[in-house]
């Protein structure tokens, strides 16, 4: 049962980069997530750091727009893992933050040997 209850509410940009780097780390072939400063340029999952190299934005209407910047393992289908993780990180908005007109976009950084 639903109740509805007066006021508003503010989701911070950080929680929906979590839940994007939560549906990253659950993807084959998705070996990191490229930093986008000088120090650190990988961080290789899983980790503690899961909203790195993911940048959260909103157009003018409003409409969340998340650009995720991966590393992935050597050898795998680009076009195929890149879409997996954009219907992951959909499906993880979708179904924990109820918002269904996300735009997910993926920037291949570089390629990786999974490491042992």
Known sequence: MTEKVPGSLTVADDVFADLA????????????MASLSGKDRI??????????????SRDEAGRLTL????????????QAVSRNLVDAVQFVLRGVAQIDDAQVRVHVRGMKVRPA
């Open 21 to 32: 780097g939560y549906a990253a780390k659950e993807c084959y072939g998705v070996v990191g």
């Open 43 to 56: 961080a290789l999952l899983p980790g503690q750091r899961l909203r790195r190299g993911i940048v959260v």
């Open 67 to 78: 650009d995720l910047n991966v590393i992935l393992e050597y050898g795998v289908n680009i």
